[in-house]
């Protein structure tokens, strides 16, 4: 079906011929267009936030020991990664590795000689460590493990709710027990540094991060559980995981395999936003048809008319499919410059969303704009606004013409 613009011109008149009606039909269009595109904007923004939290708290690239993600180890570090400092150079020598970061995972009982609790602790490369975690992880006070100085003994940062149980505050000294490689009981004393919050409740009440020099000197061993690769883009990821499984040496993981928390929330939301937009689809479609055919009926005497100077069937339905692709489209661009003008006031209205289950504290309420999307958006609105003016058009356009300019 060629296009031209005096068809064009013509399906435009048509649709100003009812100025009320086919305004309905524009906000109707426009608003299933703006509330698609902000329930997409704003799953999108979620999944990049959950992304961004799982890949700087592991890393972008994981790598262990043969068997160190199996999670079944009958003494601590069975599976532990040894010589890490030569692997840690082989992958710094990749041009896509920012840095790479050693973690020891490991854990007890922590101790301020009147009550003590569980811990989950993690070694870690204190001047690093606390760059790549951003704002993952906050200080709510005292120092981190970077600004102690060298010297003053081991240090500890405590997670927030951890430290309320054992009454501790910056300069507290505590006693951190654990069971050392060979199964023996390992002690240390440490002076707490600093307290922190992850924003996740259950990980607040057990949080304990030391340096990783601490860490090993109570299990007593030089291995570290895994190492954290951090790449220049978060998109690299699978490509630099699949190019160092070749090694047969190591344990390779992305920070996708390990991200069931944002596979599980992406999951639903497209479950959950999926089903919206089927739902706005279909009322554009019937608000777009119900305007078609209520056009088409009263202008039945005229498409005979139009028959009757020569016009084909097939003219007479491009007139109409071009005045709903008309309103299709003009709903969309009202749509999309409604949705990004929320957008934009949600960012400098600053509104913050409740905490979600698990958390300790909101995040701010983020609509994405993603011009592939708006780009698909608006050509699914314009193309069902089409479609649903064919289809109405068709059967008046094939009646005869003395059928057509009898009709009343």
Known sequence: MSINFPW???????????????????????????????????????????????????????????????????????????????????????????????????????????????????????MQ????????????????????????????VLGKTLARTLNAEPGSSLTLMSSTVSGSLSAVDVTVTGIVTTGITDLDKRLAVVDIATAQTLLATRKVSSLGVYLNELED???VAGQLRGDRAIEVRSWLDLAQFYQSVKGLYNRIFGFL???????VLFAVTNTLAMAVLERTREI??????????????????????????????????AAAGIAFLLVFLGIQMPPPP???????????????????????????????????????????????LSHV
């Open 304 to 337: 005979g008319t139009l028959r009757a100077m020569g016009a084909t069937p097939r003219e007479v339905m491009k007139v109409f499919t071009l005045e709903g692709l008309s309103l299709g489209a003009g709903g969309a661009v009202a749509g999309m410059a």
């Open 237 to 239: 990821s699978g490509r």
């Open 358 to 404: 698990g958390r300790s504290g909101g995040y701010p309420l983020v609509v994405v704009i993603s011009p592939l999307m708006f780009a698909v958006a608006a050509l699914a609105v314009t193309l069902l606004s089409g479609l649903a003016s064919f289809l109405v058009s068709r059967k008046a356009a094939r009646q005869s013409v003395v059928e057509a």
């Open 8 to 126: 064009l011109s013509m399906a435009l008149k048509n649709a100003m011929r009812n100025r009320r009606r086919s305004l309905v039909t524009l906000a109707i269009a426009a608003t299933g267009t703006a509330a698609a595109l902000l329930g997409g904007g704003f799953a999108l923004h979620t999944y990049q936030s959950l992304a961004q939290a799982a890949a700087r708290e592991t890393g972008h690239v994981i790598v262990g020991a043969p068997q160190s993600f199996d999670g079944v180890e009958n003494a601590p570090l069975e599976h532990g990664l040894e010589d890490s400092g030569a692997v840690t150079q082989r992958l710094l020598a990749l041009p896509e590795v920012r840095r790479v970061l050693p973690r020891l995972q490991f854990s007890g009982l922590i101790s301020n000689g009147e009550r003590s609790e569980i811990f989950v602790g993690t070694g870690v490369d204190p």
């Open 129 to 156: 460590e606390f760059l790549v975690k951003g704002p993952f992880m906050q200080r709510v006070s005292g120092e981190l493990l970077d600004a102690v100085p060298e010297g003053q003994g081991p240090g500890i």
């Open 277 to 283: 937009g089927v739902i706005v689809l279909v009322i």
